[in-house]
């Protein structure tokens, strides 16, 4: 419990929180950084409240009701929920939680969580179809690929309700505008991207000419020599996505005969070009992981028609704008992108430079609104897992 013998300083170090009571008292100038570090460290909370002729009992009885409040709230309540993919999620986690700790008065009772996506993908996005109440949600997520957040029973309970809105406190960067990533409706905030691209083992591709775009690693003369994300009977569908959208179901046919297995982007960066047994010719591969490969016999094919673009977006509730603003300060600050553009991901600030390759391949809203991605998706599995057990 705070009470009067406690220095201001020992307050706010252990209670932060009640620094807004505080300033609404006309007290915030003794919560500066160099009142804390002077006579904070000796004044006492009584000395302070009677100097200025507040009543101590009732104020120390107000600030320990808030911070109780406080305590129960945090216990309870999620802020934030970063689910990344792989080669995101420890370099943002690294960065954020840093700016976390060097600001802890800008996140004071602030409770988040950053997870990598391939965690949840068969844990907790299947609970997203069940949710009833966007009490259930943290205020602001982030999350990846074309998940349940894209599916008709999330979009009926929650997005068509208005529940959501944009974020992204500016024209982003041309770069991932261009190729119409932003959303229209302005509920999705599309902030980065895990691009995907085809790395090529020269010598297993023996005479078979080098892939050049998407279509090409459809051809039968690559049976079973592609290699793509996944394990057990669950299969990227970031790739399976766009395959469809051009070509329908016969591309999920012709790509459950080529691929041989799936793996980890790690794994993949190791097997390329390695020999072994169960390496392949082709890897689909994020971006990420492909610039990880040294292997001197292993190509880098940006496809013609682009890099498949896998999404990486916000969902924020209305509201969180002005609650959660130090956040989206540190999101959408010209030093998180460039961090994001230095790991090899899309930045969304306009003024970094991007400088991948132009050529993107986005789904497109038109796909995403007019289909029932969550029936697709279960659709693709099924015909995708029928003839990769026919070709066993």
Known sequence: MITQDDTINEIAQTYPVVRLMFEQHGLGG????????????????????????????????????????????????????????????????????????????????????????????????????????????????????????????????????????????YAPNRYLAECGFYDPAGVYSMYTSNLLVIAVDKQRLGGRPMPKCWDDILDPMFENEIT??????????????????????????????????????????KLAGSGREESTAIYLIPWFFSKKISNPNVEIVWPEDGAITSPVFLLAKKGMLEKHAPLFDYLFSKDTSTMLNDRHFTPIHPDVACVLPEKLKWLGWDFLTDNDIGVMKDNIRAVFLSEWERKK
């Not at 200025?52 to 320990?64: A, H, K, T, W």
């Not at 399976?240 to 046919?253: C, Q, S």
């Open 30 to 169: 003794y919560w500066t950084p160099e009142s804390l570090n002077r006579i904070g460290r000796f004044v006492r909370l009584g000395t302070l409240l009677k100097s200025v002729g507040m009543n101590v009992e009732s104020f120390i009885e107000d600030l320990n009701r808030l911070r109780l409040e406080n305590e129960s709230s945090n216990s309870a309540e999620l802020h934030f929920m970063a689910m990344l993919p792989c080669g995101l999620r420890n370099p943002f986690k690294e960065s954020f939680e840093g700016h976390v700790a060097s600001h802890p008065d800008l996140f004071t009772g602030f409770n988040f969580l950053n997870e990598g996506n391939v965690n949840h993908e068969l844990s907790y996005y299947p609970l997203i179809d069940k949710m009833e109440s966007p009490d259930e949600l943290p205020d602001v997520l982030m999350a990846s690929d074309i998940n349940h957040f894209f599916h008709r029973p999330f979009i009926e309970r929650f997005l068509s309700k208005g529940l959501f809105e944009s974020c992204i406190p």
């Open 228 to 269: 793509m994300r996944g394990e057990g009977d669950f299969f990227c569908n970031a790739i399976m996505l766009p395959f469809v959208k051009d070509h329908g179901m016969d591309a999920v046919r012709a790509l459950a005969r080529n691929i041989r297995g799936g793996k980890h982007p790690s794994e993949m960066v």
